[in-house]
């Protein structure tokens, strides 16, 4: 046995895990069985001025302090979710989703406006 699983059964034993049942807990608290889905960060967009050829990374998880981009809440909070990296090819500015149910990431496409989002609570799934 090596790699990751021996390390991981050897943590483990050694914090007094020696039966299946109690390894299996311990490894599910640890490493998620699937991605959380993301949250409503807010209920309406936000307005931003990109830069030509800077690449951002957009918050998936809705949990990141600085909407609408990432600052690496989803790996902290262990969500399995990864931030959405785009560039753009000029300065402009666009509206950006925070509700994070835009069919067209990152940008707002309105949906924010459905009840299904409005009776949402912040900080809670769809």
């Given at each position: 046995?090596?790699?990751l699983r021996a390390t991981l059964l050897r943590a483990a034993c050694g914090a007094g895990l020696n039966q299946r049942r109690d390894l299996s807990s311990w490894l599910t608290q640890w490493f998620s069985k699937g991605p959380a889905k993301s949250v409503v960060a807010?209920?309406?967009p936000i307005k931003v001025e990109l830069v030509a050829g800077t690449t951002y990374r957009w918050c998936v998880c809705g949990r990141s302090k600085k909407q609408?981009?990432?600052?690496?809440?989803?790996?902290f909070q262990r969500t399995g979710l990864t931030p959405l990296k785009f560039k753009v090819q000029e300065?402009?500015?666009a509206v950006l989703c925070t509700?994070?149910?835009?069919q067209k990431p990152p940008y707002c496409d309105g949906t924010h406006k459905s009840e299904r989002v409005q009776k949402a609570e912040v900080g809670s799934p769809l």
């Open positions: 046995m090596g790699g807010q209920k309406t609408p981009f990432c600052d690496g809440s989803h790996f300065t402009r500015t509700c994070k149910a835009t």
